[in-house]
C-alpha cells in the first residue's frame, strides 16, 4: 500500500431519499476541501451494479487507499461496499461507512439546511476516521464434520437427524435418562388442526436414530464444561459412573422449557390434589387415563397465571393449551362442564376459530379483569372458585371437582449454568438470546453455536421442528464448505506495554484473552468478538481494536467538535441493537434535534473513559452513551461493563469541574426507534440546546 494517504468519498443521492433533503453536490464540494480526499464522486444509487462499477474505476484511476462511503446504515449495505473495494484490489478495512440517510434526511426533513450540516459534519468524521485505518484481515478457521446437540427433546432430536443424515458425526445429549423432552408427559399435541398422539410421533423419530449409525446418544448426562470455538469445541460431559469429552465443530442448543409453577398455596396449588397445572394434568391423563378422570364432572382451567404482569410477560402457548385440553376432557367426558376463565385470548391465524366450535360443545369462556383475578378456596372438600365476569359485570361462583392453571413458561433448569459455559446470554425468563430476531434467529454471537425450540422462546411442536430444522441448516454451512471466516475486527496486545494486570482476561466476555506461565495475555483470535471491552478497561492503554482504535475514535470526535462544539452531543452507539434503534426512527421519519453527532462501536463497552472526558474538554455540549436493552447484549455483559464504566465516568467528571448530568446512559432494543428519538429530544431540552 502506498504511504500517501489518497481518500475517496462516494456520496449517494438514494433516489430521493438523501437528496430530497440533503444538498448533495455542496456535500461533494465539501468533501473535496477535506484533507487527504483526492476525488469525491456522487451517485444516484450507489449500492446499483452500474455504480459499484464505477466505484471500481475511480479506485483504480486515482490510486485510492482509502474509501469513504456516504450512504445509508452500515447495518445493511457495508458488507456489499466491503466486497466492492476488495474487487478494486483494496483491503476491506480500509473502508469508512457512514449512514447520512437515517442519521440526517430521514429524520431532519423539515430542517433541510441544518441536515446538509449534520452529513457534512458526518462525511468529515468519516474521513478523519479514514486516514488512520489499518489494513485487516480475515481469519480462516477449518471446520470439520462433527456436530454436538445439547437437549434431547423434539427440536434436539430433529435436528439430530437432519445433521446427521447430511452425513455429520453427531452426538446427541441430553441430562434426563430417556429422550422426548417434555413431548413425552404429554397427552396429545396438535399440528396444523389436527390431534397427534405424541407416543407415536416420539417413537417413529427414536427409531429413526437408532437406526442411524451418524448419531450416538447420550443419555442420563450433565454438561460440566465447554471450550474452544467454531472447528475446535470440547465438550465435556458426565453422569453417574464417569466423564467424557467430545469434540466438535459446531453446536446447537435444544434445552427445551419448563413450566413455571405456581407458589405453594397459590390458586391451593400444592394444598389440594386437585389443583393442577395444564402439564400436570397431561401426564396424569397420560399415566392414568382410565381411573384419574372418575370422579370429574366440572373443570375449572384459569388462564395467565403469573404470566403478562409486570415481571413476565406473554407465555404464547398458554392460550392454545387451555383450549386444546379444555376440548380433549370435554371428549373424554362428554357429560361434563367445563369452563376457562381468561383475560384475553391470544392465538394465531385461524386458531380463533376454535373457540366457536368449544361453545357449540358447550364449553363456557369467562373473562375476568387484568386486576382481578379469580379466588379459590376449599370448602369441605369441594373447590370453590370465584370469578367477575366483566362483560355482565357480575361475580359468579363455579364449584369445581379439577382446576386446572395455565402457566407461563421458563428456560430448562441449569441454563444459567450452560449460559456461561457456552458464553450467550439469555432473558429474565430464562430462555437463550439469537444474535439477532431478523438478521439471526437461530444464531448466537459466537460462531459456530446455534440455538433452536423452546430453548428460544415457548412454541409449538411444529415451530419447534421448523427451527430445528433452521438450526442444523445453519451449523451444516461451515461443515460443508470446511472452513469459516471470521470477522479481522479483533483486539491486538502490545506487550511491551502490558504490566499483566489480568483485567483483559479476567473481563472477557468470550475467554477469548488467555495468560502464558508469565502471566503474559495473548489474544486467540478465533474466539475474539472484537467488543473492546478489554480495550476501554485496559490501564496501560496496550490494547487496541482493530477498525475501532481509540485515536481512530478521538480523530472523529475532535472533527465533530471543531465548530460549534456547544451545540453538540456526541453519541457512542453499539453497532447492533442502538443503532437498530437509530435506524428504525429513520426508517419510521420520527423528527428530532440535529445536534448528535453519532459514532459507531461495535458494543457500548468499548467507550472508554478518555473517550468521553475529551468530548467534553472539546466543549460538547452532552455525551451520549447508547447499547442493547437489558438483559440482552451481542456480547453477553457488555452493556454491564458500560453501565459501570459510565458511573465511574460521572465521578471523574465531577472531580474535573464537569457537570455528570451531562452523560447520558440508553439502553435501547434494535426495533425502538421511538425511544431513541424521545431521548434526542430530552437530552437537547434539558441541556438547554433548543
Given at each position: 500500500?502506498?504511504?500517501?494517504?489518497r481518500?475517496?468519498v462516494f456520496?449517494c443521492?438514494?433516489?430521493?431519499?438523501?437528496?430530497?433533503v440533503?444538498d448533495?453536490p455542496?456535500l461533494?464540494?465539501?468533501?473535496k476541501?477535506?484533507?487527504?480526499v483526492?476525488?469525491s464522486?456522487?451517485?444516484?444509487w450507489?449500492?446499483?451494479?452500474?455504480?459499484?462499477?464505477?466505484?471500481k474505476?475511480l479506485?483504480?484511476?486515482?490510486?485510492?487507499n482509502?474509501?469513504?462511503?456516504?450512504a445509508?446504515t452500515?447495518r445493511t449495505h457495508?458488507?456489499?461496499?466491503?466486497r466492492t473495494?476488495?474487487e478494486?484490489?483494496l483491503?476491506?478495512?480500509l473502508l469508512?461507512?457512514v449512514s447520512i440517510?437515517?442519521q440526517?434526511?430521514?429524520?431532519?426533513?423539515?430542517q433541510?439546511?441544518e441536515a446538509t450540516?449534520?452529513?457534512?459534519?458526518?462525511i468529515?468524521?468519516?474521513?478523519s476516521?479514514?486516514?488512520?485505518?489499518?489494513?485487516?484481515e480475515?481469519?480462516r478457521?477449518?471446520v470439520?464434520?462433527?456436530?454436538v446437540?445439547?437437549g434431547?427433546?423434539i427440536?434436539?432430536?430433529y435436528?439430530a437427524?437432519?445433521?446427521?443424515?447430511?452425513?455429520?458425526?453427531v452426538?446427541?445429549?441430553e441430562?434426563e435418562?430417556?429422550?422426548?423432552?417434555?413431548?413425552?408427559r404429554?397427552?396429545?399435541?396438535?399440528v396444523?388442526?389436527?390431534?397427534?398422539?405424541?407416543?407415536?410421533v416420539?417413537?417413529?423419530?427414536?427409531n429413526?436414530?437408532?437406526?442411524?449409525s451418524?448419531i450416538?446418544?447420550?443419555?442420563?448426562?450433565?454438561?460440566?464444561?465447554?471450550?474452544?470455538y467454531?472447528g475446535n469445541?470440547?465438550?465435556k460431559?458426565?453422569?453417574g459412573?464417569?466423564s467424557?469429552?467430545?469434540?466438535?465443530?459446531?453446536?446447537?442448543?435444544?434445552?427445551g422449557?419448563t413450566?413455571?409453577?405456581?407458589?405453594?398455596?397459590q390458586?391451593l396449588?400444592?394444598?389440594?390434589?386437585k389443583?393442577?397445572t395444564?402439564?400436570?394434568?397431561?401426564?396424569?391423563?397420560?399415566?392414568?387415563?382410565d381411573?384419574f378422570?372418575?370422579?370429574?364432572?366440572?373443570?375449572?382451567?384459569?388462564?395467565?397465571i403469573?404470566?403478562?404482569?409486570?415481571e413476565?410477560g406473554c407465555c404464547?402457548?398458554?392460550?392454545?393449551?387451555?383450549?386444546?385440553n379444555?376440548a380433549?376432557?370435554k371428549?373424554?367426558?362428554?357429560?361434563?362442564?367445563i369452563?376457562?376463565?381468561?383475560?384475553?385470548?391470544t392465538?394465531?391465524g385461524?386458531?380463533?376459530?376454535?373457540?366457536?366450535r368449544?361453545?357449540?360443545?358447550?364449553?363456557k369462556f369467562?373473562?375476568?379483569p387484568?386486576?382481578?383475578?379469580?379466588i379459590v378456596r376449599n370448602?369441605?372438600?369441594?373447590?370453590?372458585?370465584e370469578?367477575?365476569d366483566?362483560?355482565?359485570s357480575e361475580?359468579?361462583?363455579?364449584?369445581?371437582d379439577l382446576?386446572?392453571?395455565?402457566?407461563?413458561?421458563?428456560?430448562a433448569?441449569g441454563?444459567d449454568?450452560?449460559?456461561g459455559?457456552?458464553k450467550?446470554?439469555?432473558?429474565?425468563?430464562?430462555?437463550l438470546?439469537?444474535a439477532?430476531v431478523?438478521?439471526?434467529?437461530?444464531?448466537f454471537?459466537?460462531?459456530g453455536?446455534?440455538?433452536?425450540?423452546c430453548s428460544r422462546s415457548?412454541k409449538?411442536?411444529?415451530?419447534?421442528v421448523d427451527?430445528a430444522?433452521?438450526a442444523a441448516?445453519?451449523?451444516?454451512?461451515p461443515m460443508?464448505q470446511?472452513?469459516?471466516e471470521?470477522?479481522g475486527?479483533?483486539?491486538?496486545?502490545d506487550?511491551?506495554r502490558?504490566?499483566?494486570?489480568?483485567?483483559c482476561w479476567?473481563?472477557c466476555?468470550?475467554?477469548?484473552?488467555k495468560v502464558?506461565?508469565e502471566?503474559?495475555p495473548?489474544?486467540?483470535?478465533?474466539?475474539?468478538?472484537?467488543c473492546?471491552?478489554?480495550?476501554?478497561?485496559?490501564?496501560?492503554?496496550?490494547?487496541?481494536?482493530?477498525?475501532?482504535?481509540e485515536?481512530?475514535?478521538?480523530?472523529?470526535i475532535?472533527?465533530a467538535?471543531e465548530?460549534?462544539?456547544?451545540?453538540?452531543?456526541i453519541?457512542?452507539?453499539c453497532h447492533w441493537?442502538?443503532?437498530g434503534?437509530?435506524?428504525?426512527?429513520?426508517?419510521s421519519r420520527?423528527?428530532?434535534?440535529?445536534n448528535?453527532?453519532?459514532?459507531r462501536?461495535?458494543?457500548?463497552?468499548?467507550v472508554?473513559?478518555?473517550?468521553?472526558?475529551?468530548?467534553?474538554?472539546l466543549?460538547a455540549?452532552?455525551?451520549?452513551?447508547?447499547?442493547c436493552?437489558?438483559?440482552?447484549?451481542?456480547?453477553?455483559?457488555?452493556?454491564?461493563a458500560?453501565e459501570?464504566?459510565?458511573?465511574?465516568?460521572?465521578?471523574?467528571l465531577k472531580k474535573?469541574?464537569?457537570?455528570?448530568?451531562?452523560l447520558?446512559?440508553?439502553?435501547?432494543s434494535?426495533a425502538?426507534?421511538?425511544?431513541?428519538?424521545?431521548?434526542?429530544q430530552?437530552?437537547v431540552k434539558?441541556l438547554?440546546?433548543?
Open positions: 500500500m502506498a504511504d500517501e494517504i481518500i475517496g456520496i443521492d438514494c433516489g430521493s431519499n438523501i437528496r430530497g440533503i448533495v455542496e461533494v464540494e465539501f468533501s476541501t477535506l484533507p487527504y483526492v476525488v464522486d456522487e451517485g444516484k450507489t449500492c446499483s451494479v452500474d455504480y459499484l462499477s464505477r466505484m474505476d479506485i483504480k484511476e486515482h490510486s485510492l482509502r474509501v469513504v462511503v456516504a445509508c452500515p457495508e458488507p456489499l461496499f466491503k473495494v476488495k478494486a484490489g483491503n476491506p478495512y469508512e461507512f440517510r437515517e440526517a434526511s430521514w429524520v431532519h426533513m423539515k433541510k439546511e450540516k449534520k452529513a457534512k459534519d458526518l468529515k468524521m468519516a474521513v476516521k479514514a486516514a488512520l485505518l489499518e489494513e485487516g480475515e481469519i478457521l477449518p470439520g464434520k462433527e456436530s446437540v445439547i434431547g427433546g427440536s434436539g432430536i435436528s437427524l437432519s445433521l446427521a443424515n447430511q452425513g455429520f458425526q452426538t446427541l445429549i441430562r435418562k430417556e429422550l422426548g423432552g417434555i413431548l413425552k404429554l397427552k396429545s399435541v396438535k396444523d388442526s389436527k390431534e397427534l398422539d405424541p407416543k407415536e416420539l417413537q417413529a423419530k427414536l429413526e436414530i437408532e437406526s442411524n451418524n450416538k446418544v447420550l443419555t442420563g448426562y450433565e454438561i460440566k464444561e465447554v471450550d474452544g467454531i469445541f470440547r465438550v460431559v458426565e453422569n459412573s464417569g467424557e469429552e467430545i469434540k466438535a465443530s459446531t453446536i446447537v442448543v435444544a434445552t422449557m413450566e413455571r409453577k405456581p407458589q405453594r398455596g390458586f396449588y400444592g394444598e389440594d390434589r389443583v393442577l395444564q402439564l400436570e394434568l397431561e401426564q396424569a391423563l397420560k399415566e392414568n387415563s381411573g378422570l372418575n370422579d370429574v364432572k366440572r373443570v375449572v382451567i384459569i388462564n395467565c403469573n404470566s403478562r404482569n409486570e413476565y404464547n402457548m398458554g392460550c392454545q393449551i387451555s383450549l386444546k379444555a380433549m376432557l371428549e373424554m367426558i362428554p357429560d361434563s362442564e369452563f376457562v376463565l381468561y383475560r384475553d385470548l392465538l394465531p385461524s386458531e380463533g376459530k376454535i373457540i366457536y368449544l361453545r357449540e360443545k358447550g364449553i369467562i373473562r375476568f387484568d386486576d382481578r383475578y379469580p370448602d369441605n372438600g369441594t373447590l370453590k372458585i370469578v367477575f366483566r362483560i355482565i361475580a359468579l361462583n363455579i364449584d369445581a382446576l386446572v392453571l395455565t402457566c407461563g413458561f421458563k428456560g433448569d441454563i449454568e450452560l449460559k459455559m457456552l450467550v446470554s439469555s432473558n429474565s425468563e430464562g430462555f438470546q439469537e439477532h431478523k438478521l439471526g434467529p437461530v444464531d454471537p459466537s460462531d453455536i446455534y440455538l433452536c425450540g415457548p409449538g411442536i411444529k415451530e419447534s427451527e430444522m433452521a441448516m445453519r451449523a451444516s454451512i460443508n470446511g472452513y469459516i471470521a470477522e475486527i479483533i483486539a491486538k496486545i506487550l511491551e502490558c504490566n499483566s494486570c489480568g483485567l479476567k473481563r466476555p468470550f475467554s477469548a484473552i502464558d506461565e502471566k503474559r495473548h489474544v486467540i483470535e478465533a474466539l475474539c468478538k472484537g473492546g471491552l478489554c480495550a476501554a478497561d485496559c490501564p496501560k492503554r496496550c490494547i487496541t481494536i482493530v477498525h475501532f482504535r485515536d481512530q475514535i478521538i480523530a472523529q475532535e472533527a467538535l465548530e460549534e462544539p456547544q451545540k453538540k452531543i453519541g457512542f452507539v441493537c442502538a443503532l434503534g437509530v435506524d428504525m426512527a429513520g426508517v420520527l423528527q428530532y434535534p440535529p448528535a453527532r453519532l459514532i462501536v461495535m458494543c457500548s463497552a468499548r472508554s473513559i478518555s473517550m468521553i472526558e475529551k468530548a467534553f474538554e466543549g455540549a452532552g455525551v451520549l452513551v447508547a447499547g436493552e437489558f438483559p440482552t447484549c451481542h456480547y453477553i455483559s457488555g452493556n454491564y458500560a459501570k464504566r459510565v458511573n465511574r465516568a460521572k465521578k471523574i474535573k469541574g464537569y457537570d455528570p448530568e451531562r447520558w446512559l440508553l439502553w435501547c434494535a425502538d426507534g421511538p425511544k431513541f428519538a424521545d431521548t434526542m430530552r437530552m434539558e438547554g440546546l433548543n
